[in-house]
Every structure is written in structure tokens, then in C-alpha cells.
């Protein structure tokens, strides 16, 4: 979804604007080649006539553009000559168009953030150390539970009497 935005001389500026809304500005004569415009995946405003050259390789695509072709020595000059042109490719995410330097492995910078703050959140994956810690209580829990039940079948012997004599009669202080 590719939006655009104005800047009008005598009016607030427009957008955010549909690739249709921004077709019948065009035509209408609302939006010239001096416009200055920004487009989803920009970087910086420019005119409309940059744009152009920067989607479509051509210095005008307006009616409203000079006929006369430019000099060898202004073309040469021309910043928008000498610039490579720039790719616009949809994010992988959100599939807004963006310009090709500003996409990280298919996906914008604000999908990579959005991701991020995600993961970050709570959606974190259990790693070894908290696998092992429960491994280690399961494993305490079965020999604990064994152990008891080795005591329930083999009881201790009873304890001789002169031992349990000792520890039930009345204790003498003062001897």
C-alpha cells in the first residue's frame, strides 16, 4: 500500500493520499513538477519530478514538463543523472514499498522493530538453563518418592530397649 504526501503553496498540505487520489491530482493539474512530494519509502521529500526520475528513469512523465531536451553538459551536471535509481520493493511484513537500501532482508526497519518488541515481551524460548533446572527437580522428586516407598516395604528394625528407655525417662540435672 503505497501512500504519498503534498506540499501545497496555498493550502494545507495533502496526504496521506492513495496511488489513485495522488493519479487524479495529477491530472487535474493539482500537482506539477515542482510539487514537492514524498512517497512511502522515500527518505526525504523531493520534487515530483525527482520521483519520477528515480521510479520510472525518465526526467519528466508530467504534461506540464519543458519539451526541450537538456544539454550533454547539463545532463551531465544533473544530480538525478549521475545518482543510481533507486528500487522500491514491498516489505515482507507489512507490504508498504520501500526503497531497496532501506529494507533489511526483505522487512523495514519498522516491522524489524515491531518483531523485536515482540520477542522481547514474553515471547521468549526456554534455553538449557532453565531445562536443566527442571530436569534436575523431576529427577529429586523420583528419588524422593522411591525412597519412601522403599521405607514402606523394608521398615526399620525396632530400636532396642535400653536405647528408648534412655531417651523417655525423665532427665536427672544435679548429679
Known sequence: MVQYFCKVHNGPDLGPMSTDEFQQRLEVGEIKDETIVWRSGMGDWSTYRALCAAEKGVASASPQA?????????AKASPEAAAP?????ACGACGQEWRDTLLFAGICG???????AEADRGKKVAGA?????GWFFIALSI????GMAYRIVHPLPPAPKEKVKEFTEPAKYGR
Open 85 to 89: 535509481k533507486p528500487k522500491f520493493l
Open 129 to 133: 538453563g532453565t531445562s536443566l533446572i
Open 143 to 146: 528419588v524422593s518418592v522411591m
Open 110 to 116: 519498522s516491522c524489524k522493530n515491531r518483531q523485536k
Open 66 to 74: 519543458s519539451a526541450t531536451p537538456a544539454s550533454p553538459r547539463q
